[in-house]
């Protein structure tokens, strides 16, 4: 039975760290006149209520976005998505994965989402009646679709990692992955943790995929003692000029105390 819930983590510092980038590059994909395909393997909710109690009770948005939102110039495409996301949906509002691509998307481009948990996938399908929302594994759901129609475009593998074998399972995956969609841009987001659980998956994705990159920012744990202390994303067939996006958000984190 699956318990995680991204409502008690949206908005925290990981989720700036792989929602700025994954904004980044997908406007970044959509300057081209071409439509894209994005596809997304873990959607979550899509829209989330930071005033939620939830949200409240672990204090991660109010470490994360709230104070870190003056990184983001208004011309951000993050930042747009936060201000888009606000305006339609109110003060407290915050965009998951789903929302911030359905917002930088063109009515030309295709949107394909899984979600396993009936509660979450629900609620996503309410937040975006235009996309195409599976009640699925995310896993299986995308070594079904890929290659998906069009060609060009991006997946994010966001697990909740609540599977250890996760760790064991996505190198395998992401392999086929690549050789089923071979101009597709592939994100997986990692959690780093002082467990170091993520620390072969890493490995063996670094030897399968030598030309990704590999990017990872750290921040003071959420709580003393909580295991995570920073987030990565590992993207084989990175768009031009990712690195020196990601480069750039590091020496915010960085900054951080
Ligand atoms: N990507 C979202 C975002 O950034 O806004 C957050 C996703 S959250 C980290 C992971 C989600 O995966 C949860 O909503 C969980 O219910 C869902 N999930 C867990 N196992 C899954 C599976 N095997 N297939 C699809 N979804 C799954």
Redesign the pocket.
């Known amino acids: 039975m ?1 318990s ?3 409502i008690y983590h ?1 908005g925290n510092l990981a ?1 700036v760290h ?2 700025a980038l994954l904004a980044w590059m997908l406007d970044y994909l959509t300057a081209k006149d071409k439509p894209i395909s994005y596809v ?7 829209l989330y209520d930071l005033g939620a109690d939830e949200a409240l009770k672990t204090g991660e948005a109010a470490q994360g976005i709230a104070r870190v939102k003056t990184w983001f110039p208004p011309d951000h495409p993050y930042a747009k998505c936060l201000s888009q996301t606000i305006d339609l949906h109110g003060t407290s509002a915050y965009p ?3 929302m911030i691509a359905t917002q930088i998307l063109r009515d030309t481009d295709q949107i394909t989402l ?4 009936p509660g ?1 996938h629900n609620a996503l399908e309410l937040a975006l009646p235009t996309a195409t929302v599976h009640r ?4 299986a759901m995308a070594h079904s679709i890929l290659p998906p129609t069009p060609r060009r475009g991006l997946m ?1 593998i ?3 990692f ?2 250890k074998d996760d760790y064991v399972t996505i190198p395998g995956h992401i392999k086929k992955y690549v050789r089923a969609w071979n101009v597709g841009i592939i994100v997986l987001w990692y959690p780093i943790l002082t467990s170091k659980a993520h620390a072969n998956m890493l490995a063996t994705l670094q030897k399968d995929h030598p030309e990704a990159l590999r990017h990872e920012v750290r921040f003071p744990p959420a709580r003393p003692g909580h295991g995570m202390i920073g987030s990565g994303i590992f993207v084989i067939r990175p768009p031009f000029g990712l690195a020196e996006q990601a480069a750039n958000l590091k020496t915010r984190f960085d900054q951080l105390k």
């Open positions: 699956l995680y819930q991204h949206a989720d792989k929602h997304e393997t873990h959607g979550g909710r899509a998951g994965s789903p899984a979600e396993l948990h979450e699925a594994d995310g896993f994010l966001d697990p909740s609540e599977v």
